[in-house]
């Protein structure tokens, strides 16, 4: 059974840094692109990066850029998202979700999310 | 980053269809097409139909998606009570290299 499990989340405060992880099980994770998307609360969907299938490629939204990292250890099944210099407008959960190939930027399996709060 | 465009929000009467739209551009829906995704409250997306039209396995045929030019649409025929939710649709830019948004359609089942 396909499972993305994000895991990470917490209270930050402005400026520091945070690790978001996203666990995969179920499919093969080396051959999927993944994204990481966030929701500010009451808000609608944001699209934060996507890695392509190997790592070659990366993408990210401009609110991001130069903050925020996205990888992978396909060794691990594992998605990371490295987040620094973090501002409240970061607030929101963060979900992972996978695309339907290796490259396809569709977002076919969402995970549940986890929190990310900034605040001082 | 410019998003794409969702109506706010759609109201219609059960066991009708609604019709939900999605404006882009030339860079993204125009030549990329558009995914659709519904969320309910308190819940993570689903994924409703694929950039070609298609459903993903166990998405209803109640839910069909289209396009024409830079406009897509979703459209859901015999609403029932579980169809209110919030929806959206997706595509990639391919001009600037990322993934834009609607702003989302909350649908209300009369």
């Known amino acids: 059974q396909l499972q993305l499990v994000e895991s990470g989340g917490g209270v930050v405060q402005p400026g520091g840094s945070l690790r978001v992880s996203c666990a995969a099980s179920g499919f093969g994770f080396s051959t999927s692109g993944i994204h990481w998307v966030r929701q500010a609360p009451g808000k609608g969907l944001e699209w934060v990066a996507f890695?392509?299938?190997?790592?070659?490629?990366?993408y990210y939204a401009d609110s991001v850029k130069g903050r925020f990292t996205i990888s992978r250890d396909n060794s691990k099944d594992t998605l990371y998202l490295q987040m620094n210099s973090l501002r409240t407008e970061d607030t929101a959960v963060y979900y992972c979700?996978?695309?339907?190939?290796?490259?396809?930027?569709?977002?076919?399996?969402w995970g549940q999310g986890t929190l990310v709060t900034v605040s001082s | 980053q410019a998003g794409l465009t969702q109506p706010p929000s759609v109201s219609k009467d059960l066991r009708q269809t609604a019709t939900l739209t999605c404006t882009g551009n030339?860079?993204?829906?125009?030549?990329?097409?558009a995914a659709w995704l519904q969320q309910h409250q308190g819940h993570p997306p689903k994924l409703l139909s694929y950039r070609d039209n298609s459903r993903p396995s166990g998405i209803s045929e109640r839910f069909s998606a289209s396009r024409s030019g830079n406009t897509a649409s979703l459209t859901i025929t015999g609403l029932q009570p579980e169809d209110e939710a919030d929806y959206y649709c997706s595509a990639w830019d391919s001009s600037l290299d990322v993934v834009v948004f609607g702003g989302g359609t909350k649908l209300t089942v009369l």
């Open positions: 979700a996978k695309g339907p190939g290796p490259i396809e930027w569709e977002q076919e399996d």
């Open positions: 030339n860079n993204n829906v125009g030549n990329q097409g």
């Open positions: 890695i392509r299938f190997d790592g070659s490629g990366k």
